[in-house]
C-alpha cells in the first residue's frame, strides 16, 4: 500500500506535489487535498488513488475546456481534440503512479468533461453551426463553401443539411452582383460575377438562378 512519503507545494498557488515512497506521482488542488485528507504519513489504496487522480484532472480539464470555449464558441469535435490533447500531455507528463488503469480513467475524465460542458450549455453543435453559418455569411462565404467548413469542424451531414436549408443567401449574392455592376461588357460582367461566386463556395445552378 503506497505511503505518502511528502507533500510540498507547487510554483503554482493552490497546488501540491504528492510523493508516493518518495517519488513524485501527482499533483493536485488545495480542494482534492482536502477532500481526501491527504496528510504526510497516509496509506493509500489503489481505489483511492484513483479516486484523486480522477477527481483532479476532472476538474482540471474542465477548467481548460472553459478557458478554451472563452475564446469564442466551438464544436464538440474541437473540444474534444483539444481537452484530449491536454489530458494526454498532462498524464504522460506528471502521473507516475503504476497499477492504475490509465485507459478507464482517461475515458472516465473526458466524457466526464464533455457531459458537464454539453449540461449546462456550453457545447451545443446545432448552436455552434448556426453562429459559423453567421460568421461565413457576413465574409460572403456560400453554401458549398459553409458546408466544408461545417464538416471540418466535426458537424454531421445531417445537421448541417438542417441548419444551411434555414439560411437565405440572397444577400450574398445580391453583393456579387452590386460589387460588378460597372462593368458595362455583359459577358466579362457575368464571367467575373461567376469566378467570384464560384470563390465564395456557390454552385453554378445558384449563379445561373441570378441570370
Known amino acids: 500500500m503506497p505511503l505518502i512519503s511528502k507533500i ?11 510523493f508516493l515512497d518518495n517519488e513524485f506521482a501527482f499533483s493536485v488542488n488545495d480542494y482534492v487535498l482536502g477532500k481526501y485528507k491527504l496528510v504526510e504519513g497516509a496509506n493509500l489504496l489503489p481505489k483511492q488513488i484513483e479516486l484523486v487522480v480522477l477527481e483532479e484532472n476532472k476538474e482540471y480539464l474542465k477548467e481548460k475546456a472553459l478557458n478554451y470555449l472563452g475564446f469564442r464558441p466551438r464544436s464538440e469535435k474541437q473540444v474534444f ?3 484530449n490533447e491536454v489530458l494526454s500531455k498532462r498524464l504522460s507528463k506528471s502521473l507516475k503512479v ?4 490509465i485507459p478507464k480513467l482517461y475515458s472516465l475524465i473526458i466524457d466526464s468533461t464533455l457531459d458537464f460542458l454539453k449540461k449546462y450549455d456550453y457545447l451545443n453543435d446545432e448552436a455552434f453551426a448556426k ?16 458546408k466544408q467548413d461545417l464538416y471540418q469542424k466535426g458537424i454531421n451531414k445531417e445537421l448541417s443539411e438542417q441548419v ?17 455592376t460597372k462593368i458595362e461588357n455583359e459577358y466579362k460582367r457575368k464571367s467575373s460575377i461567376t469566378r467570384y461566386l464560384v470563390s465564395k463556395g456557390f454552385s453554378y445552378d445558384q449563379i445561373e438562378s441570378l441570370n
Open 8 to 18: 510540498e507545494p507547487t510554483k503554482k498557488g493552490g497546488r501540491f506535489s504528492i
Open 98 to 101: 503504476s497499477n492504475l488503469n
Open 131 to 146: 453562429w459559423l453559418i453567421e460568421q461565413r455569411l457576413a465574409q460572403g462565404k456560400g453554401p458549398m463553401f459553409i
Open 164 to 180: 444551411l436549408k434555414e439560411v437565405d443567401f440572397t444577400k450574398a449574392l445580391q453583393k456579387a452582383l452590386k460589387k460588378y
Open 81 to 83: 481534440t483539444k481537452i
